[in-house]
């Protein structure tokens, strides 16, 4: 069974850097095909893809997005991380993880529960 | 830059049929990829490289392609497809990564 699972903290001030650790289960960012991805969604609004990283250790991230945003994985810890800088309160948005598989494309086909970030003062 | 168009809301009866597109210029190159999401949870997946279906979607959920815009089809529309729903696809670059639609409101009458 493949679980994702983010964490990070639920508060951050305006200008801090947001850390964000998606440690997953029932795979390996090792397998040809395997990636983990990156998604937000403020309150109320759209999805908004963030960024992506391969098994290659290739990675994609939204051109809006790109000056502000690093993605790294462990693949001993199962672990993806993300690191936004300069964080704003329109950043504030459940951020979530998800894995893209071998046999769907770059489409994310399970995701975490998502983890709320509330960027405030 | 990549961007997606969706309806903002679709409206059918039960039973019917609905129909959800999505719309950008990369669509002619690029697979699409279309989610539900219910209230207070996560996305999941319906449709992948536009027209497959994960195995554990009912076979009511169709996914089509046609130039620049992408259908998701939902047919005998039933009241637990009350959702919003997302297209997702890539640019033509390469370099970047994909951008979601803006998502549909399907209500169910």
């Known amino acids: 069974q493949i679980t994702l699972k983010e964490s990070g903290p639920p508060l951050v001030k305006p200008t801090q850097t947001l850390t964000l650790t998606c440690t997953f289960s029932?795979?390996?960012?090792?397998?040809?095909?395997?990636?983990v991805g990156w998604i937000r969604q403020p309150p109320g609004k759209a999805l908004e893809w963030l960024a992506l990283?391969?098994?290659?250790?290739?990675?994609r991230y939204s051109p809006s997005l790109k000056s502000r945003l690093t993605i790294t994985k462990d693949t001993s810890k199962n672990q993806v991380v993300l690191t936004m800088t300069n964080m704003d309160p329109v950043d504030t948005a459940t951020y979530y993880c998800?894995?893209?598989?071998?046999?769907?494309?770059?489409?994310?086909?399970?995701w975490g529960q998502g983890t709320m970030v509330i960027v405030s003062s | 830059s990549h961007e997606l168009t969706q309806p903002p809301s679709v409206s059918v009866s039960p039973g019917q049929t609905a129909r959800i597109t999505c719309s950008g210029d990369?669509?002619?190159?690029?697979?699409a990829y279309w989610y539900q999401q219910k209230p207070g949870q996560a996305p999941v997946l319906l449709i992948y490289k536009d027209g497959e279906r994960p195995s554990e979607i009912p076979d009511r959920f169709s996914g089509s392609s046609s130039g620049t815009t992408v259908t998701l089809t939902i047919s005998g529309v039933q009241a637990e497809d009350e959702a919003d729903y997302y297209c997702?696809?890539?640019?033509?670059?390469?370099?970047?990564?994909?951008?979601f639609g803006g998502g549909t409101k399907l209500t169910v009458l």
């Open positions: 990369a669509l002619a190159n690029q697979y």
């Open positions: 997702q696809s890539g640019d033509n670059s390469g370099t970047f990564g994909d951008v």
């Open positions: 990283i391969y098994w290659t250790d290739d990675k």
């Open positions: 998800a894995q893209t598989g071998v046999v769907t494309g770059d489409a994310f086909d399970i």
């Open positions: 029932g795979f390996s960012l090792s397998t040809s095909g395997v990636g």
